[in-house]
């Protein structure tokens, strides 16, 4: 969207005559300056013509025709730029996007929540930790983990070092696609051992072998390699929680209209900074990239219809994506009307399910939880609801892990309250692990299959 074309004038930085939620305190200004300066002079992360492919993509799932798995870690860290950690976070999205290809018959949006994704909203400004009250930690983008004054003052310098490692992580991804690695030719680089812990295991050794002999066939008859299905499409989103960086990249292109965030594909705006007049509306209102909104209680279908107005004023395809996160319990009162009002009005968006967020517990022994049966209620409840109101389930938004942490309670293994702190490593949000992600997969293309969607 140009500024020219907006019912109000808008420009990278008109976001900062709005109220803004969640944003850090710097105590250097001079030092925040130098930092937005130099970000706005390194190389965009992602191009304009991946976002606009991605937009096209988007609008063909709002239609259903193509189905979006957008997953990775609730917040990144800095220590987590490796080779080990990346690769896993691609294998596991792999591995998911196959089942529900194979389950829902229609081609897989595989969206990242990496790359980025180094900024978290709290519910608090300060927490206390060991008995000593400290700034919230907000994701190593804002400050450190480390309970200190100083570690948890706000930095400006971690903007750089963020985008270096969003940088790095983006290069090694396209390597690792282009080098052959999501070839679905070869599940050799791929681990299946878990598998063996899972009651669906025959399940996915049947999906495994049954796409392994449809290659095989196509190949027997092009008398070639099927090009296609070597390389796959990896995009990158994290939530735009943190607009001075945001702004910093934020760069007009040559013979293009419009201002794009080339930071990430696909933004998002959080359930906690959503506010129709606040800064975050106003700063994503005048990108040009698609966009995602976090919707969940409370919210009226008044609110969603005016964030729609002003967030999609020319219901383009593909340009909104509303992320429902309502919790096992609250979904079915609270979804439908939303449905109801935006089917109503006869605008097009992109319904996405996050079962994650709405469903945190916290246990006797303060561990941040998830259950899994309570997410894979909410998924299945998702497809119900959206079947009686006549709407698309377009896609999934997960928080998940390419490793086998203990994080969330239940899965394949039964994990319990006492076999958290086994390997319970979030430093926010608690994640489904490996071989929960791939479960949740196994429920979701048997939906997709069943509604035909």
Same mark, same amino acid.
């Given at each position: /969207?140009?500024?020219?074309?907006?019912?109000?004038? *808008? !420009?990278?930085?008109?976001?900062?005559?709005?109220?803004?939620?969640?944003?850090?305190?710097?105590?250097?200004?001079?030092?925040?300056?130098?930092?937005?300066?130099?970000?706005?002079?390194?190389?965009?992360?992602? $191009?304009? *013509?991946?976002?606009?492919?991605?937009?096209?993509?988007?609008?063909?799932?709002?239609?259903?025709?193509?189905?979006?798995?957008?997953?990775?870690?609730? +917040?990144?860290?800095?220590?987590?730029?490796?080779?080990?950690? &990346?690769?896993?976070?691609?294998? &596991?999205?792999?591995? /998911?996007?196959?089942?529900?290809?194979?389950?829902?018959?229609?081609?897989?949006?595989?969206?990242?929540?990496?790359?980025?994704?180094?900024?978290?909203?709290?519910?608090?400004?300060?927490?206390?930790?060991?008995?000593?009250?400290?700034? +919230?930690?907000?994701?190593?983008?804002?400050?450190?983990?480390?309970?200190?004054?100083?570690?948890?003052?706000?930095?400006?310098?971690? @903007?750089?070092?963020?985008?270096?490692? #969003?940088?790095?992580?983006?290069?090694?991804?396209?390597?690792?696609?282009?080098?052959?690695?999501?070839?679905?030719?070869?599940?050799?680089? *791929?681990?299946?051992?878990?598998?063996? %812990?899972?009651?669906?295991?025959?399940?996915?050794?049947? =999906?495994?072998?049954?796409?392994?002999?449809?290659?095989?066939?196509?190949?027997?008859? !092009?008398?070639?390699?099927?090009?296609?299905?070597?390389?796959?499409?990896?995009? $990158? !989103? %994290?939530?735009?929680?943190?607009?001075?960086?945001?702004?910093?990249?934020?760069?007009?292109?040559?013979?293009?209209?419009? *201002?794009?965030?080339?930071?990430?594909?696909?933004?998002?705006?959080?359930?906690?900074?959503?506010?129709?007049?606040?800064?975050?509306?106003?700063?994503?209102?005048? =990108?040009?990239?698609?966009?995602?909104?976090? =919707?969940?209680?409370?919210?009226?279908?008044?609110?969603?219809? #005016?964030?729609?107005?002003?967030?999609?004023?020319?219901?383009?395809?593909?340009?909104?994506?509303? =992320? %429902?996160?309502?919790?096992?319990?609250?979904?079915?009162?609270?979804?439908?009307?939303?449905?109801?009002?935006?089917?109503?009005?006869?605008?097009?968006?992109?319904?996405?399910?996050?079962? @994650?967020?709405?469903? $945190?517990?916290?246990?006797?022994?303060?561990?941040?939880?998830?259950?899994?049966?309570?997410?894979?209620?909410?998924?299945?409840?998702?497809?119900?609801?959206?079947?009686?109101?006549?709407?698309?389930?377009?896609?999934? %938004?997960?928080?998940?892990?390419?490793?086998?942490?203990?994080?969330?309670?239940?899965?394949?293994?039964? &994990? $319990?309250?006492?076999?958290?702190?086994?390997?319970?490593?979030?430093?926010?949000?608690?994640?489904?692990?490996?071989?929960?992600?791939?479960?949740?997969?196994?429920?979701?293309?048997?939906?997709?299959?069943?509604?035909?969607?």
């Amino acid at each position: /969207m140009d500024s020219s074309d907006s019912p109000r004038r *808008w !420009s990278p930085d008109s976001w900062r005559a709005k109220p803004a939620a969640q944003m850090p305190t710097y105590r250097d200004a001079d030092a925040l300056q130098r930092a937005l300066a130099r970000l706005a002079r390194l190389p965009p992360l992602v $191009t304009s *013509w991946e976002v606009e492919t991605l937009k096209r993509e988007l609008g063909d799932a709002a239609r259903g025709r193509r189905f979006v798995l957008q997953g990775g870690d609730c +917040s990144e860290n800095f220590e987590d730029c490796e080779s080990g950690a &990346i690769t896993n976070k691609l294998k &596991i999205l792999l591995q /998911m996007s196959l089942v529900l290809i194979h389950g829902g018959r229609k081609r897989v949006i595989r969206l990242g929540r990496f790359a980025g994704q180094y900024a978290k909203p709290r519910s608090a400004d300060t927490e206390t930790v060991g008995g000593v009250t400290l700034p +919230s930690y907000r994701g190593d983008m804002i400050n450190s983990v480390e309970p200190t004054e100083t570690a948890r003052a706000p930095d400006p310098r971690r @903007m750089l070092r963020a985008y270096h490692c #969003a940088a790095l992580t983006l290069n090694f991804i396209r390597a690792l696609v282009d080098g052959g690695f999501a070839d679905l030719q070869h599940p050799e680089y *791929w681990d299946l051992d878990f598998v063996a %812990h899972s009651a669906q295991a025959a399940e996915f050794r049947r =999906i495994v072998q049954s796409v392994g002999s449809s290659l095989q066939f196509m190949q027997t008859l !092009s008398g070639r390699g099927v090009a296609e299905l070597n390389r796959v499409d990896f995009f $990158t !989103s %994290h939530e735009g929680l943190h607009l001075p960086y945001e702004q910093a990249q934020t760069r007009r292109v040559p013979r293009r209209a419009g *201002w794009y965030n080339l930071a990430a594909h696909f933004p998002w705006i959080g359930n906690r900074t959503r506010n129709v007049g606040g800064a975050h509306v106003e700063y994503f209102r005048g =990108i040009v990239n698609p966009i995602g909104v976090k =919707i969940g209680p409370p919210i009226s279908p008044g609110e969603l219809m #005016a964030l729609i107005e002003v967030l999609d004023p020319d219901n383009e395809p593909g340009r909104l994506t509303l =992320i %429902h996160r309502f919790g096992a319990d609250a979904i079915g009162a609270g979804l439908p009307p939303l449905l109801d009002a935006v089917r109503a009005s006869g605008r097009t968006v992109l319904w996405i399910c996050d079962p @994650m967020h709405g469903n $945190t517990e916290v246990t006797r022994e303060g561990f941040k939880t998830r259950s899994f049966d309570r997410i894979l209620a909410e998924l299945d409840r998702a497809f119900e609801i959206h079947r009686e109101c006549g709407t698309v389930m377009g896609g999934v %938004h997960a928080e998940l892990t390419g490793d086998n942490v203990t994080e969330c309670l239940g899965g394949a293994r039964g &994990i $319990t309250e006492e076999q958290l702190h086994t390997a319970y490593r979030t430093q926010v949000d608690p994640r489904l692990n490996y071989e929960q992600a791939l479960e949740m997969a196994l429920l979701i293309a048997r939906r997709m299959a069943q509604a035909g969607t």
